[in-house]
């Protein structure tokens, strides 16, 4: 699904001006993109903020700001990250805050490597020893090694940034961490300055010089600035993505058993868009999306075909193993069962019940129009008969009627057929002739 459906759906959604395209920025007023994340740094936080970084240049932003709280992550998604920041247009401004955040471990990391480094007072970094993948301890030489690899990395990053090596190498190797105060007054500074908010850092970067990793310098120019926020971090996670394809499902499935309420339809249409561009940045697991399509079948036999519930059963085993499976090949990020499970068997049984009570809807004879008298019972006002048309009363109405039969004044009969005006009929008290 190309990028510009998943920005298109964002744009429905909140019907504001934000950064998901390329923009032409105000000649007066220089744009300043700020971004957030306030969790684990795993790879669907790296490609969020790759996007962020991207559509920052091409919208030809002076400075990206991004607000980080978080309490570490995995070191190949940092990699990513620095990577990007180190190549982007804009300079980029890492801001822990508000008061009360951390950026430890992969945060700190991320912190020393920006443009400018910048904490909110009554924040915290550092702690930067790595750990397994699932938080434990590693074996002695295990641990040395990844400590080793990874103190010679923010060594090289602080080194480039001119900040305090040592320090840094602390941070990894005896997990040390630092306050606002202790990073700033460190010699050389591990941080630029504090800043109470991020209002407060955008006043005071305006003319700030900044040296880039590669060595240039540049002035930014923040007065005035247009901010801009990139907020699509809350999408970007594979259980909220996965929650929003349930949602629009089961919207689409109300509006599909109960055309014409709008409200369902769009939402749930909404709702898909948004899953679609969230799962264009977190890796979605082909055999859990094949699980989901298969129960959905499962699902819609069940309506149609006699299973005594089996075939309902292994439909909703099927979505509720397909979602689970959907976005398990993202190394940090557990989705838990508790939120998706539910969801994922509340949607199938919704589905059941929407659905049968849309089927036995339709196999309903029709209230109204022609088609409603059919089968109705009338009595003759004259006498019919094959060639002989007469009258009938039906519903306090007087029809034209004809029959194949010859049938008497005054006697019930059914209704077969309606053409126009006229009814074709029979007697009542003989079986139903088709």
Not at 54 to 75: C, H, I, S, Y
Not at 198 to 227: F, M, P, W
Request: charged residues 15%; aromatic residues 4%.
């Amino acid at each position: 699904m190309p990028r510009t459906l998943g920005l298109l759906a964002v744009l429905l959604l909140v019907c504001v001006p934000r950064v998901a395209g390329p923009q032409s920025p105000d000649p007066i007023r220089p744009v300043v993109v700020v971004t957030e994340i306030d969790g684990i740094i795993h790879p669907v936080t790296a490609e969020y903020l790759i996007d962020a970084i991207d559509m920052a240049d091409e919208a030809g932003a002076e400075v990206v700001v991004l607000v980080l709280r978080t309490p570490g992550g995995l070191l190949e998604s940092t990699r990513s990250i620095v990577s990007r920041m180190i190549t982007s247009r804009a300079p980029v401004v890492v801001f822990v805050g508000p008061a009360g955040g951390r950026a430890a471990s992969a945060g700190f990391i991320l912190l020393l490597a920006a443009d400018v480094a910048v904490m909110a007072p009554g924040t915290h970094t550092g702690a930067a020893h790595p750990v397994s993948g699932s938080g434990e301890g590693m074996d002695d030489t295990t641990s040395q090694k990844a400590a080793s690899d990874a103190a010679a990395y923010v060594r090289s990053i602080a080194e480039a940034r001119n900040r305090n090596v040592e320090l840094a190498a602390e941070a990894v190797i005896d997990s040390r961490a630092f306050t606002d105060s202790e990073a700033l007054a460190a010699s050389p500074a591990l941080i630029d300055f504090t800043a109470t908010d991020v209002a407060d850092l955008v006043a005071q970067l305006d003319g700030r010089d900044v040296k880039r990793y590669d060595g240039s310098s540049v002035t930014i120019r923040t007065g005035n600035a247009e901010i801009r926020q990139w907020f699509l971090s809350a999408i970007a996670h594979p259980q909220v993505a996965t929650m929003l394809m349930t949602l629009g499902l089961l919207g689409l499935t109300v509006e599909l058993w109960n055309p014409g309420l709008i409200a369902p339809g769009v939402a749930g249409g909404l709702c898909l868009l948004l899953a679609f561009f969230a799962f264009q940045i977190v890796p979605v697991n082909t055999a859990g999306l094949l699980l989901i399509v298969f129960g959905l079948g499962l699902l819609g036999l069940e309506l149609t075909v006699p299973s005594f519930g089996v075939l309902g059963i292994g439909g909703a085993i099927s979505f509720f193993i397909g979602t689970v499976m959907l976005t398990d090949t993202v190394p940090g990020v557990q989705v838990s069962l508790g939120v998706i499970g539910p969801v994922a068997l509340g949607f199938s049984a919704l589905f059941l019940f929407l659905g049968r009570l849309a089927l036995k809807a339709i196999r309903q004879p029709p209230a109204t129009g022609a088609e409603a008298l059919v089968g109705r019972t009338a009595r003759t006002r004259t006498a019919i008969g094959p060639d002989v048309p007469g009258q009938v009363n039906l519903h306090g109405e007087i029809w034209s009627a004809v029959s194949g039969a010859p049938i008497p004044p005054d006697r019930a009969v059914r209704v077969l057929a309606v053409d126009g005006l006229t009814l074709t009929v029979e007697p009542a008290d003989q079986p139903l002739t088709h």
